[in-house]
């Protein structure tokens, strides 16, 4: 009898499309552990036994859920008998809603986006691209509401710390003096470059709504006197001129007319001033691909623009920009974005 079982143990064709199918298991147990405040009960190695009492949950059903959460990297076991179950440091940071960094309103707001665009799918094949249904109105009510929530707990756990690192190694950097944060949502990162630069002025260019929340939060941070709070419709509206640096991320995928938009930013820098470009981009290559298209397809879908890897730079350098720069695969909420970094010429 052959004993070598090894050709047993490869694993079949569809264990692919077995393991695609558990992607969606493994969102829906992070979003109930969120909506039930599961890690909150998980500073300290605690039973499924004390969880589920703490939450008046059903006991069994929480022992499975923590034992997913374990086999997810989200929470450690202690190997005792009854198994203790503690959170690991990105749950303690993130997921826990007294966390300073707690993200997870950002966290259910994308599983809804997510799970949407899934379930309508097959509509669209059917029936096409969509066109926006919500009114313009709507459509900035629920970008300040997103300003006041997600964009802001995204911001303070992970865009401010990335700009921060990006254009404090810019060799202009001690020379900046007026910043413009365009779509800047919340303004969180206008207002951490203007704490690190004692020099620097400059203005959050937001929907009307969503300046608003820029603006209590300029004010809560006593920066009233060197940033202000701009708003207007970056499509049609003057978004101020003389600027040494333009940050604008992950804002560009919404312009009505992309080059336009990229000539007006180019008269709004100052000879010399510089755009900071953060978005995510399509990559060539597949595994980064897979980071990105599943994230960016309700966007694509909606005839928003998401460029392919590098397209950002060459349509900067077709509105004028010079020494034109681009880092691949930075870290920013959701998937890896590319900076594109390009100078207003000289005189
Ligand atoms: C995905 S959020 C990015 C926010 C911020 N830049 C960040 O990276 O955290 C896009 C932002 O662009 C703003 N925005 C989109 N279209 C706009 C328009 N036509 N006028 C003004 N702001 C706009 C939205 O209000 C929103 O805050």
């Known amino acids: 009898m052959n004993c070598n079982y090894q050709d047993l143990r490869s694993s079949h064709p569809l264990q692919a499309c077995w393991d695609l199918q558990l992607g969606g298991l493994g969102a829906d147990a992070l979003r109930v552990a969120l909506e039930y405040g599961v890690f909150d009960q998980l500073r300290q190695f605690t039973s499924a ?17 923590l034992e997913l959460l374990w086999c997810q990297g989200l ?6 008998q009854p198994a203790l179950y503690r959170n690991l440091p990105t749950a303690e940071r993130h997921l826990r809603a007294e966390a300073d960094d707690y993200c997870g309103d950002a966290l259910l707001f994308r599983h809804q986006v997510l799970r949407q665009t899934g379930s309508q799918l097959g509509d669209y094949l059917r029936s096409g691209m969509a066109t926006p249904s ?3 109105q709507a459509i900035a009510r629920s970008w300040a509401n997103a300003a006041r929530l997600q964009i802001a707990q995204e911001q303070r756990a992970v865009t401010t710390e990335l700009a921060c ?5 810019l060799p202009e950097c001690a020379q900046l003096e007026r910043v413009l944060d365009l779509g800047g949502g919340p303004g969180l990162v206008a207002i951490a470059l203007a704490e690190r630069l004692p020099n620097l002025t400059g203005v959050v260019f937001e929907y009307p709504e969503a300046a608003a929340v820029a603006d209590d939060n300029i004010q809560r941070a006593g920066l009233g006197e060197r940033l202000q709070a701009l708003g207007g419709d970056l499509n049609h509206d003057d ?25 007006r930013l180019h008269a709004a820098l ?13 990559p060539s290559e597949r595994d980064a691909a897979a980071q990105v298209l599943p994230y960016y397809l309700h966007m694509r879908l909606q005839g928003r623009h998401v460029l392919a890897e590098g397209e950002m730079a060459h349509l900067l350098q077709g509105a004028g920009f010079s020494a034109v720069q681009q880092l691949n695969g930075l870290r920013f909420p959701v ?5 594109v970094i390009a100078r207003r010429p000289q005189g």
């Open 49 to 65: 036994r004390h969880t589920a009492e703490a939450l008046a949950l059903d006991q069994q059903a929480t022992s499975y859920l």
């Open 75 to 80: 929470l450690e076991r202690n190997e005792q």
């Open 134 to 136: 919500a009114s313009p």
């Open 165 to 169: 690192a990006l254009i404090e190694r």
């Open 239 to 263: 978004i101020g001129s003389g600027f040494d640096l333009i940050w604008c991320s992950s804002v560009l995928h919404f312009v009505d007319n992309l080059p336009a938009m990229l000539r």
């Open 270 to 282: 100052r000879p010399g001033g510089l755009l900071v470009c953060c978005q995510a981009e399509v």
């Open 335 to 339: 998937t890896p974005v590319n900076a």
